[in-house]
């Protein structure tokens, strides 16, 4: 099972064959013109949100039951309008995925564009936004197209900073892809950061893959053992 997304975005992700879609602005369109918008979902209050979502992204059609204002059928199309105000829009870019996935369609029926080019829409509007970036990596590793999941979580990885939870599920994803000298490197770093997480450190210890951190400035509070 495809664990850090499921885990991080309540995804169950299933195995799809390979798919490569074109993407950049002639295939996937400029995320940064609208005629509302667009604005950066991390940016944004709960207010300011509700404006869309109150209408194109309900629970309903989060939970693909119950459209807005479209037919059943129909539902990415107010999902493809939700991502057009807000391109980085975590959730909507989830069940614009998941939507696929139950039409075997992509785009999904109202979708407009492939679920790669909302990813590409996303990353191009906000490049620096590491959750997006680890969805379309994940994407892409559910895609079978590995390499380009591992580079961007290598780009995320770029723009993780000090947020611990960040190189944490960055971590989770690179164990998924088989690079465990990655992943151990990022739960090293996320321990550092005062992370008391253990999941990632079990999963490489079962994996054969757990070594302590090297003794240094800031890892004593790192070395934690796994069972202690």
């Known amino acids: 099972m495809l664990r850090a997304a499921c885990v991080s975005f309540g995804l169950l992700a299933c195995a799809a064959p390979a798919v490569w879609a074109q993407t950049g602005p002639q295939a996937c369109g400029n995320p940064f013109v609208n005629h509302f918008g667009p604005w950066d979902y991390r940016a944004t209050t709960a207010e300011q949100r509700a404006i869309v979502e109150r209408v194109h992204f309900t629970p309903g059609i989060e939970a693909m039951v119950r459209p807005g204002t479209t037919m059943m059928q129909d539902m990415a199309a107010d999902v493809a309008y939700t991502l057009e105000v807000y391109p980085n829009h975590h959730r909507a870019l989830l069940t614009m995925w998941r939507l696929s996935d139950r039409h075997h369609a992509d785009p999904a029926p109202g979708g407009k564009i492939t679920v790669e080019c909302w990813f590409d829409r996303a990353l191009r509007f906000r490049p620096d936004d590491t959750v997006a970036r680890s969805m ?86 790192a070395a934690a053992t796994p069972g202690g």
């Open 136 to 221: 379309y990596a994940q994407f892409l590793h559910a895609r079978k197209r590995p390499a380009d999941a591992e580079r961007q979580l290598d780009i995320a990885l770029e723009h993780a900073g000090e947020r611990p939870m960040s190189h944490y599920n960055i971590g989770l994803l690179y164990f998924e892809l088989g690079r465990h000298d990655k992943a151990l490197a990022q739960a090293h770093r996320a321990m550092a950061l005062g992370l008391p997480r253990r999941e990632l450190m079990e999963s490489l210890v079962r994996a054969g893959q757990w070594r302590e951190p090297e003794a240094g400035p800031g890892a004593a509070s």
